[in-house]
């Protein structure tokens, strides 16, 4: 299954909620709030009463689309949490938001993830000071996020500077914006989180 490219506004209205999915956009100028129907010639009509397996499944499709996955390394995700010790629904979480796409754009290099992951791929990152072009690299506690010094002559990264200092990063985070560095002081727990879905809804999904 090939990466959807189209106009993401549609995966909002399709959910029914705001996916963050343009970063600050979404905040000024939201598709959803001036259409707030499902897309197609349908979408208008009175919604039908939706069984158990449907609700699982939008959550499902919600998680994937906020943080930009398919569904093949979802369900890989997925597996590996329900292996760890501990709640499943937390362990997913905590995975999906050490990704390194994840990562560049909560400490706000990025708007949005998708461009987060266009970054990343580039090569602008490094991981401990070595390069790491992998947006689905799993970083762990202490580890150090740091944009190249290549990449710090940039015009993006030097107005991505100015732009720091007016964002805050999760409590789990420290940015160094002198350093264009950011590090992962601990993992985040589900208060840390504020996501548009119900992620033990996924957990459901996968277990029946």
Same mark, same amino acid.
């Given at each position: 299954?090939?990466?959807?490219?189209?106009?993401? $506004?549609?995966? $909002?209205?399709?959910?029914?909620?705001?996916?963050?999915?343009?970063?600050?956009? $979404?905040?000024?100028? $939201?598709?959803?709030?001036?259409?707030?129907?499902?897309?197609?010639?349908?979408?208008?009509?009175?919604?039908?009463?939706?069984?158990?397996?449907?609700?699982?499944?939008?959550?499902?499709?919600?998680?994937?689309?906020?943080?930009?996955?398919?569904?093949?390394?979802?369900?890989?995700? *997925?597996?590996?949490?329900?292996?760890?010790?501990?709640?499943?629904?937390?362990?997913?979480?905590?995975?999906?938001?050490?990704?390194?796409?994840?990562?560049?754009?909560?400490?706000?290099?990025?708007?949005?993830?998708?461009?987060?992951?266009?970054? !990343?791929?580039?090569?602008? *990152?490094?991981?401990?000071?070595?390069?790491?072009?992998?947006?689905?690299?799993?970083?762990?506690?202490?580890? !150090?996020?740091?944009?190249?010094?290549?990449?710090?002559?940039?015009?993006? *990264?030097?107005?991505?500077?100015?732009?720091?200092?007016?964002?805050? !990063?999760?409590?789990?985070?420290?940015?160094?914006?002198?350093?264009?560095?950011?590090? !992962?002081?601990?993992?985040?727990?589900?208060?840390?989180?504020?996501?548009?879905?119900?992620?033990?809804?996924?957990?459901? *999904?996968?277990?029946?």
């Amino acid at each position: 299954m090939a990466r959807y490219t189209g106009p993401v $506004c549609r995966l $909002c209205r399709r959910e029914g909620v705001k996916l963050f999915l343009k970063g600050d956009k $979404c905040i000024t100028n $939201c598709t959803l709030e001036r259409r707030p129907t499902r897309p197609g010639q349908h979408g208008s009509g009175r919604p039908r009463k939706a069984s158990g397996y449907a609700l699982q499944l939008r959550e499902k499709q919600k998680v994937r689309r906020t943080y930009g996955i398919l569904e093949r390394q979802f369900r890989k995700h *997925f597996d590996t949490a329900a292996h760890r010790p501990g709640k499943t629904s937390e362990n997913l979480l905590q995975i999906l938001e050490m990704r390194l796409d994840n990562l560049v754009y909560r400490l706000g290099f990025a708007d949005s993830r998708a461009q987060a992951r266009q970054l !990343v791929c580039h090569g602008h *990152f490094a991981v401990n000071g070595r390069k790491t072009d992998i947006p689905s690299f799993i970083a762990k506690p202490n580890d !150090v996020i740091t944009v190249r010094e290549r990449s710090k002559g940039l015009e993006y *990264f030097k107005t991505r500077a100015l732009l720091l200092a007016q964002k805050g !990063v999760p409590a789990w985070l420290d940015l160094d914006i002198t350093n264009m560095t950011g590090r !992962v002081t601990s993992l985040p727990s589900r208060t840390d989180l504020e996501l548009p879905f119900e992620e033990q809804k996924v957990i459901e *999904f996968y277990q029946r």
